[in-house]
């Protein structure tokens, strides 16, 4: 079958685009449509969309440095030994607490900025359930500095004395006579920054606190380092929408391959005869058959004396494997006339698969088949032979086995064009007689 696949192929080819031209041209429309609408609307008129603009942007940045100098004589630090940036400090030789609250901004351009710190000291005590038993404040430093430019700094001072805190703790304490909570020390600044920020009047505050701890001989400072806040003024802006690749791309692509889907079924179905014939549907039905039932198909050739039981002639493929299943037999596919048999009780039960009718143009290939259903197409073939030497009988020949060679060439009646063949291409009686006599000669 190799030689008639690609007919095959053209057939199916033929049978989808008779059955979907409709729905394959709708296909193809609606790519058109919706190639050429995103086409349109990505490059020619990709239309405007809403974005937000900043108009002024700024920054504040603020921190809490901190040092201790050493005041007491000691055997590791020198007298006026200044400690810095330490999670811890030794409150006997260095109960001081120098603190700097450092801010500074940022911003493109700024007109009458006035920076504003103010630090506070907070004691309280304080439940598990964040419940506040007493709380008392103490102001540390307040700094204003107007006409701040970007960039500068501007530094608010103090000192915390870690002896006198924990002195004025104890006192409270005392006092209440209890303690139920915890006791926290800590400073809270209050950082504001107002002006003209790119034209626009902008203000900005942020909270920092830093914690100290009291723990007898020393104290700990827990502070946040840097601390950053941006604050934006924007305003809306209408600018002309931007598409991906794929929608650049995708739509003209969309509109190409419809375009040239709808022309190319439009020029098959107006050039061509799409619909299959009756022999060219029976064609690729007996294929279709060929393919499911492949399994209980086996490929030889049987011998002649098979071929002298009477033959039964199956409508499909399908018929005879279905026959063969039921009567417990196998289908023999014949490998020269490409005929199918099953061999059950006294009769050859045959199928001959049909030829697809060869459109102009499309004749069969240099050694192809000229066909697979009729073996004495070809002259001159050894069953071509055989089946005009053979005895009559329904079914094929049962000399196919037998060379035309052997026989005496003066005794080879080739039958005329009046003689009449049976449908199985088997000689007449009369013929069959003939040629019984003439074998009865040569012997």
């Given at each position: 079958m190799s030689a008639d696949a690609p007919n095959e192929r053209r057939l199916r080819l033929r049978a989808v685009l008779n059955a979907q031209s409709t729905a394959i041209l709708v296909v193809c429309l609606l790519l058109v449509a919706v190639g050429a609408g995103l086409a349109y609307t990505t490059h020619v008129d990709p239309g405007t969309e809403t974005e937000s603009r900043t108009v002024s942007s700024l920054t504040v940045e603020s921190e809490y440095r901190h040092s201790a100098t050493v005041t007491e004589p000691n055997a590791v630090f020198e007298t006026g030994t200044v400690l810095d940036g330490r999670d811890t400090y030794f409150t006997r030789v260095a109960p001081e607490l120098d603190v700097d609250v450092a801010t500074s901004y940022a911003a493109s351009t700024a007109e009458n900025v006035t920076v504003e710190v103010g630090s506070t000291l907070v004691i309280r005590n304080v439940g598990e359930e964040g419940t506040v038993y007493w709380r008392e404040t103490e102001p540390l430093a307040s700094e204003t500095v107007s006409g701040v430019s970007p960039g500068q700094t501007v530094n608010a001072s103090f000192a915390l004395n870690s002896t006198a805190i924990d002195g004025r703790v104890a006192s409270i304490e005392e006092e209440l006579g209890a303690s139920p909570g915890e006791t926290e020390t800590?400073?809270?600044t209050e950082v504001a920054v107002d002006g003209s920020i790119g034209g626009v009047p902008t203000a900005s505050t942020q909270t920092l606190d830093m914690t100290i701890t009291h723990g007898g001989d020393t104290y700990s400072v827990s502070e946040p380092g840097v601390q950053s806040d941006t604050t934006e003024r924007t305003e809306p802006v209408t600018v002309e929408r931007e598409y991906g690749v794929l929608r650049s791309f995708g739509g003209p692509l969309l509109l190409l391959v419809g375009l040239v889907g709808a022309g190319g079924i439009g020029y098959a179905t107006r050039e061509y005869d799409l619909a299959l014939t009756d022999a060219e549907r029976e064609y690729l039905s007996y294929r279709d058959d060929r393919s499911e039932f492949a399994e209980w198909i086996t490929t030889f050739r049987?011998?002649?004396?098979?071929?002298?039981?009477?033959?039964?002639?199956?409508?499909?493929?399908?018929?005879?494997?279905d026959f063969a299943i039921d009567n417990d037999t196998g289908v023999v596919e014949d490998p020269e006339t490409g005929a199918f048999h099953a061999v059950s009780g006294e009769f050859v039960y045959t199928y001959r698969p049909p030829a697809p009718t060869t459109a102009p143009g499309e004749g069969p290939a240099d050694g192809e088949a000229v066909t697979e259903s009729d073996p004495a197409a070809t002259a001159g073939s050894p069953d071509s032979a055989a089946t005009h030497s053979g005895p009559p009988g329904d079914g094929d020949s049962p000399d196919r086995g037998v060379d035309a060679a052997d026989l005496d060439a003066p005794d080879v009646d080739v039958p005329d064009e009046g003689d009449v063949w049976g449908t199985d291409s088997r000689p007449t009686d009369g013929d069959a007689t003939d040629s019984a006599e003439r074998d009865d000669e040569s012997d």
């Open positions: 800590f400073v809270t049987l011998p002649a004396s098979v071929h002298e039981r009477p033959t039964a002639e199956a409508g499909s493929l399908r018929d005879l494997v």
